[in-house]
C-alpha cells in the first residue's frame, strides 16, 4: 500500500510497519535455507497507537538494510488480549517433536510469547511448519505460568554446555529476571532469579541473556555473558530504556562481575532490545524499538507510528572509562548494506580548515546519508569557562530553519544533540521529547602531556531519525527528530565557536538512497 503520506518522514532503511502501530522486536531469527532474516513486532493493525487485539507483525530482509512487510504471523485469542514479547528459536533437533522430516532444520520455529488477557500473563508456544510465516498454537499452552499480570517477555537460547533451553522471562514488577530449564520447550523448571540489579525504574521488561566474545587481549578471555533489562518508566534518559549487566551464567545463575549497570545506548529512542536467535557469522545481532514510552503515541507520523533502530553487531571491548579504569563495554556496528543502497556523491576531506563566522558547507538530498567525522580537540587552546564548539547543522533542503544540531563542546568534554529546531509545534508542545541530550564521550587517544585529545563520530540519518557511533561504537546515542513533512536534511554546515580548538582530521560523507 502506498499512501500520499509515504514520503513524509518515513524512514527509508529502519523498519516501519506500511500502517499502523508497532513497540518491541519479537521473534528475531535468520533463515539460513533462504539467507533471510525474520523481525517479527509487536503490532496493532487497527489504530496507529497502541491497542488490544495486539498481534505480532512481520518483516523479512534480505540485507538487513530494506525490509520486506509480510503480514500479521501471530493472532491473539479475543480482542481483548494480546500476543505480547517474546522471542523465536530453532528446533533444530526436533526436541519439540513439532516437525517433520519435511521441514528442514533449519526452519523449525518455535515462538515463545507471552498470552496477556486481563486475568494473567502465561508463556504460550507457537510454531511454523512454512518457515515462520504462519503460526500454530501448541495444543498444552500455557506452558508456563506464574499466576501474575506482570510475567512476561520470554527470550530464549540453547545453552550447549548443559544442553538445555534457557528462559530469561520478567517477573515485571517484583523488579526479577526469572531464569528457567527445559529440555522440550514445554516443561519449564525455575532454576534462579536474578533480582533488583541496576536501574530499576518502574518496571522490569525483554529481558535477554547472550555470550559476547572479548575484543583484543583481555582477561575476561573468550567472552562474557551479558544480561539485558530494558525498564520503563523512569529510565536515567527518562522514559524507558535498556541496561545491561556483564557476568558469568553456570546454566542456572546469572552472576554479575560487577555491580554497576550500563546503558547501551544513552539516546532517548532505544527500547526492548532483542537480539537474534541465530546469525551467519555465529555474531550477536539485535535490533530495538526506536522510540520511548514517554511521548510514542503522539509522535507526528501517519498512517503509522515507529520504526526499528538499525541492526547492531554487538561485541565486548575493553573501555577507557577514565585514565585509571578500563571496564569491560558492548561496542555497537551499525549494519548497513552500502550494496543494497545507491551510494551518491561520497566526499571526503582531510585536515579542514573552518574558523569563527566561516562554516564548511555540504549539501545532501533525500534525507538518508552517512558520515564519520574525526576531529582533535586542543586543551590549551581554550579557557575552563569558554563555551568552544565543533558544532554540525544538519539543516532541512526546504527550510533551513529547521535543523538538528549536534557537536562537542570542549569546556565539558562532551557530545551535544539538539532536535529542538523545527516548526513542528508537537516537539515544543511534549513535555517528554527532550530536545537536548549529550554524550559523555571519552577520548579515543590522548597525548602524553594531555593536551591533544582525538574523537571520532559516525552518525548515520535516515529521514527522522539519527544514529550516532562514538569511538567506533564504544557509545551509541540513537534520537528520532521530526521537521515539517518533506524537509529532509538537504545540507550539513560545520562551525566553530572559537578558532584553533579544533581540527577536524577527517570528514567524509556518503549520501544513500534506495
Ligand atoms: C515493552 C512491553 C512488553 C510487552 C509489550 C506489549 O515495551 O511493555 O513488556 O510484552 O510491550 O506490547
Not at 529440555?183 to 534462579?192: A, G, R
Request: hydrophobic share 35%; glycine share 8%; proline share 5%.
Amino acid at each position: 500500500i502506498t499512501h500520499a503520506n509515504d514520503t513524509v518522514n518515513r524512514p527509508l532503511v529502519h523498519l516501519t510497519p506500511h500502517e499502523g502501530w508497532m513497540n518491541d522486536p519479537n521473534g528475531l531469527w535468520y533463515d539460513a535455507k533462504e539467507e533471510l532474516w525474520h523481525v517479527y513486532y509487536q503490532y496493532n493493525p487497527n489504530d496507529t497507537v497502541w491497542g488490544l487485539p495486539l498481534y505480532w507483525g512481520h518483516s523479512t530482509s534480505k540485507n538487513l538494510t530494506l525490509w520486506d512487510d509480510v503480514g500479521v504471523a501471530i493472532e491473539p485469542m479475543a480482542n481483548n488480549s494480546g500476543a505480547y514479547s517474546g522471542c523465536m528459536v530453532i528446533d533444530y533437533s526436533n526436541t519439540t517433536g513439532f516437525f517433520g522430516e519435511d521441514v528442514s532444520p533449519e526452519q523449525r520455529v518455535v515462538a515463545i510469547w507471552t498470552y496477556n488477557t486481563p486475568e494473567s500473563e502465561t508463556q504460550y508456544l507457537s510454531y511454523s511448519l512454512d518457515g515462520g510465516y504462519s503460526f500454530r498454537s501448541y495444543s498444552g499452552n500455557p506452558v508456563l505460568e506464574n499466576n501474575s499480570t506482570q510475567f512476561r517477555d520470554p527470550k530464549v537460547m540453547w545453552h550447549e554446555e548443559t544442553q538445555k533451553w534457557i528462559m530469561v522471562v520478567a517477573k515485571a514488577q517484583q523488579f526479577k529476571i526469572g531464569i528457567y530449564t527445559s529440555d522440550d520447550l514445554k516443561e519449564w523448571t525455575p532454576v534462579s532469579d536474578f533480582t533488583r540489579g541496576g536501574y530499576l525504574g518502574y518496571q522490569y521488561e525483554c529481558p535477554g541473556l547472550v555470550k559476547l566474545p572479548v575484543e583484543g587481549n583481555t582477561s575476561a578471555g573468550n567472552g562474557s555473558w551479558v544480561l539485558f533489562v530494558s525498564i520503563n518508566p523512569g529510565s536515567p534518559q527518562g522514559g524507558s530504556s535498556t541496561q545491561y549487566f556483564i557476568g558469568d551464567f553456570n546454566g542456572t545463575h546469572f552472576i554479575p562481575t560487577y555491580e554497576n549497570t550500563n546503558s547501551i545506548d544513552s539516546g532517548k529512542d532505544y527500547y526492548a532490545l532483542q537480539t537474534f536467535f541465530n546469525s551467519p557469522d555465529n555474531q550477536t545481532y539485535g535490533i530495538a524499538w526506536a522510540s520511548n514510552w514517554q511521548y510514542s503515541a503522539f509522535v507526528p507520523t501517519d498512517p503509522w507510528r515507529s520504526s526499528m533502530s538499525l541492526v547492531r553487531k554487538f561485541v565486548l571491548e575493553e573501555f577507557q572509562a577514565n585514565p585509571e579504569t578500563k571496564l569491560l563495554n558492548i561496542k555497537s556496528t551499525p549494519i548497513l548494506d552500502y550494496d543494497a543502497l545507491g551510494c551518491a556523491h561520497p566526499s571526503n576531506g582531510k585536515n579542514l580548515f573552518i574558523t569563527v563566522g566561516n562554516p564548511l558547507q555540504f549539501s545532501l538530498v533525500q534525507g538518508l546519508f552517512d558520515f564519520n567525522i574525526s576531529f582533535s580537540v586542543n586543551g590549551s587552546a581554550f579557557g575552563g569557562h569558554e563555551f568552544a564548539d565543533l558544532s554540525l547543522y544538519l539543516r532541512g533542503g526546504e527550510n533551513k530553519d529547521e535543523y538538528l544540531r549536534i557537536g562537542f563542546g570542549a569546556n565539558a568534554a562532551t557530545f551535544f544533540i539538539d532536535r529542538g529546531h523545527t516548526a513542528v509545534n508537537w516537539v515544543h508542545e511534549n513535555p517528554f521529547f527532550t530536545d537536548k541530550m549529550s554524550v559523555n564521550n571519552q577520548p579515543l587517544t590522548i597525548s602524553n602531556n594531555s593536551t591533544i585529545s582525538t574523537y571520532s563520530v559516525r552518525g548515520i540519518v535516515d529521514r527522522n531519525i539519527l544514529e550516532l557511533y562514538f569511538n567506533n561504537g564504544s557509545q551509541v546515542s540513537t534520537n528520532t527528530f521530526f521537521f515539517t513533512g518533506g524537509n529532509f536534511i538537504g545540507s550539513i554546515d560545520m562551525a566553530v565557536g572559537k578558532d584553533n580548538v579544533f581540527n577536524v582530521t577527517e570528514f567524509s560523507l556518503k549520501q544513500l538512497s534506495t
